[in-house]
């Protein structure tokens, strides 16, 4: 779908919406503008339907982001940021009379509500959704975080634009569907651990956060935090990464400093959200403080975000097969964080983490108690 027809779509709306705030809706720019919008209608949809997502400060049309950004797009988007509307999706079928209601209510101060073929509100519950659909989704989100570590070195900058669409994809997948171990990927081979478990890490992140209620750019941030948490493994040597064989105690010690290279790195660069930083360094903190990077003579917490990460961080790990042991099932995985709850782990977040995994499959994936 081309994003020049979204754009002239929303520009005939909002012209719409401005001959509506400046004379009537009995002018005849009002009905030509709104009019020209419900002609392109036809174009948009894709299996009866289209919508249009505020995220940060893109709108996302069918959950990608809008290439095209001029006056038209901006006016739009502020308008549904100030209705406090997250999502609008327009169905087959749609009225003449349910689309100018909806311009009407968007430039006046009527509450904006939704019709038989055009709903408005939050973002919509997740539904199931094929897997080859949120594989596909999913698999996008990886290639683009490889695409963007394949050009970083020590002197350059981190691709952030990249990051913000591998994110939008893994939050795109999460809206599709409900059951995060059907998301997250299986590791095919060794060298493509570091993506895929990146990956993983943020859509686990990110669904213990929104668990909890959290939402919008706060969201996007964390699961930023979550993609990043290792990025201070490309500062460590390539043989001791990749070794198949026991850490000597040097090596071993070289691997506790990649949370200090990735806050370092991580803290040099612009337009890096905060969160991102103190994820990279206090994901081996652990909850009673005995973890990576020594912090206890500073009396420093690990911060909630670097909890939930941690979280995600082993749950996944201890999923996959590596050289020196053979992969966890879900159930002996999630047993394991229980165990650790209070020391390791804070066990407010192990027991929400388990219990929201529970609720969306259907299955407990600990014993109580």
Not at 157 to 175: E, H, P, Q, R, Y
Not at 217 to 224: A, F, N, R, S, T
Not at 236 to 247: D, F, H, N, P
């Amino acid at each position: 779908m081309s994003h020049e027809i979204v754009s002239a779509f929303i520009s005939h709306m909002t012209t719409a919406m401005s001959s509506y705030s400046l004379y009537s809706g009995m002018h005849p720019m009002f009905d030509e503008f709104s009019g020209k919008a419900l002609q392109l209608v036809d174009e948009l949809y894709h299996d009866d339907a289209f919508s249009l997502l505020t995220f940060n400060n893109s709108l996302i049309f069918n959950n990608v982001p809008l290439a095209a950004k001029g006056m038209h797009v901006s006016s739009f988007l502020k308008t549904l940021k100030k209705k406090k509307i997250e999502k609008v999706v327009f169905r087959k079928g749609l009225e003449v009379d349910e689309f100018k209601k909806f311009i009407t209510g968007m430039a006046s101060r009527e509450t904006v509500s939704s019709s038989p073929h055009l709903s408005v509100g939050i973002v919509e519950v997740k539904l199931k959704a094929p897997d080859s659909d949120v594989r596909s989704l999913m698999g996008d989100g990886i290639s683009k975080f490889e695409s963007v570590c394949q050009e970083i070195s020590k002197f350059k900058t981190l691709d952030i634009i990249g990051l913000d669409d591998a994110v939008l994809s893994f939050i795109s997948t999460l809206k599709k569907e409900s059951d995060v171990l059907r998301i997250i990927s299986p590791v095919k081979s060794r060298s493509d651990y570091t993506y895929v478990h990146a990956g993983n890490v943020s859509v686990l992140t990110m669904f213990q956060a929104e668990s909890l209620g959290l939402g919008g750019e706060l969201l996007h941030d964390i699961g930023l935090a979550g993609l990043l948490h290792d990025v201070g493994k490309m500062f460590v040597a390539s043989s001791v990464l990749e070794k198949q064989t026991r850490l000597s105690e040097d090596e071993w010690t070289e691997i506790k400093k990649h949370p200090v290279y990735g806050a370092m790195y991580l803290s040099k660069l612009p337009d890096v959200p905060p969160l991102t930083v103190i994820a990279a360094f206090e994901h081996h903190m652990r909850f009673d403080g005995r973890g990576y990077p020594e912090t206890r003579r500073w009396r420093k917490k690990q911060h909630i975000v670097s909890q939930m990460v941690a979280i995600a961080d082993v749950f996944d790990a201890l999923r996959t097969e590596r050289p020196y042991r053979k992969a966890l099932d879900v159930r002996a995985t999630s047993r394991l964080l229980k165990e650790r709850a209070g020391t390791e782990f804070n066990p407010a977040l192990v027991d929400n983490f388990l219990s929201s995994l529970g609720h969306v499959t259907g299955k407990p994936h600990y014993c109580q108690g």
